[in-house]
């Protein structure tokens, strides 16, 4: 979830409106505040087509890659309300979205750039792999967020099929917990003279495959890491992360905060 003063915006949907609903029960937004969801690609866990009657009713639009959008099978539902990208893009006024292309599976995925009300956030999840554009464009950032989805050797017992290992850790699949420290390091030292993130938050841990101790353990060795990091947890909302700066009243700030993961 990004919270803006221009309302909310919703990066993948991968829960249902319902699902959402309750997930942010008892703070100060509802389903009423969301005003557009941006697609990092098209998976089940990451877009539910449950969504589709909620969006035309309250005229939420859509925001996925030009290549994606052909292929998404509620289109014609959606109408203008769907806005395929190409490049960079507003989804609601005051916050820009610039994409970077990752190698997901066979039609890859998007991580961005997100820009506005004196904030910047880095968001990267479902990788296959760190492609140099990442470590180039994630500087100034206020919350760098990013996929740390496996650790290798619960993966290689995991009991999981072979086809299903080699799909998830082929470099077109998921991060590992130590390809993920590796690229917050080489963000880190590629922009160690500029200002650093205030958070380091990993997304998409695995519930079979993976450790909130273990990636506590291997981030924390970097002192660095370890003061900034932030766990997004299954079906437990995070207290919203500040990304604005220089003193913005409470209104006027740009905060990210994950209702599910």
Request: glycine share 10%; net charge neutral; with cysteine.
């Amino acid at each position: 979830m990004l919270r803006t003063p221009a309302g909310v915006v919703l990066i993948d949907a991968g829960v249902g409106p319902r699902s959402f609903g309750r997930a942010v029960a008892g703070t100060d937004i509802s389903l009423a505040d969301v005003r557009a969801i941006v697609l990092t690609h098209l998976d089940s866990d990451h877009f539910r087509r449950s969504w589709v009657r909620t969006l035309m009713k309250q005229g939420v639009t859509v925001h996925c890659a030009a290549a994606h959008a052909a292929e998404l099978d509620v289109a014609p539902h959606l109408g203008a309300q769907l806005r395929p990208f190409d490049g960079a893009f507003e989804p609601i006024p005051g916050v820009s979205f610039v994409p970077l292309a990752f190698a997901h599976d066979e039609t890859g995925s998007y991580g961005f750039v997100i820009e506005g009300f004196g904030g910047r956030i880095g968001f990267a999840t479902d990788l296959g792999h760190v492609p140099p554009a990442l470590i180039e464009h994630f500087a100034d950032l206020d919350v760098l967020a990013i996929e740390s989805n496996y650790d290798p050797g619960m993966q290689q017992n995991s009991g999981r099929p072979w086809f299903l290992q080699k799909r998830i850790t082929g470099g077109h699949g998921h991060l590992s917990n130590d390809q993920a420290l590796a690229a917050v390091k080489a963000i880190f030292k590629r922009h160690e003279k500029r200002r650093l993130p205030a958070h380091v938050v990993l997304l998409h841990r695995s519930r079979d495959c993976n450790c909130p101790d273990l990636l506590r353990a291997l981030f924390s060795r970097d002192t660095r890491v370890a003061s900034r990091l932030v766990l997004a947890e299954p079906y437990v909302r995070t207290e919203w992360l500040c990304a604005s700066t220089g003193g913005r009243p409470a209104e006027q700030q740009l905060l990210l905060g994950f209702a599910a993961d």
